[in-house]
């Protein structure tokens, strides 16, 4: 059973911070501890930006767009 927590995510440059709730227990494993989030609160929190020549790319699969 996958459990929700409640997360306070801070940015290390320009003080912003925002809640958000994530998924924990889920059964996907990793190599590396990883924190997946939405691309627009990363660009709210500084974190990530699109570079100026990417293209959005919509792709049919079994499970949807």
């Keep these: 059973m996958a459990v929700r927590v409640k997360l306070r995510l801070e940015a290390r440059r320009g003080g912003r911070a925002a809640e958000t709730s994530a998924l ?16 627009r609160l990363a660009s709210e929190l500084g974190l990530w930006s699109p570079p100026e020549d990417a293209f959005i790319v919509e792709v049919g699969t079994a499970g949807g767009l």
């Design 24 to 39: 924990v227990n889920t059964g996907f494993e990793a190599d590396t501890p990883q924190l997946l989030v939405p691309r």
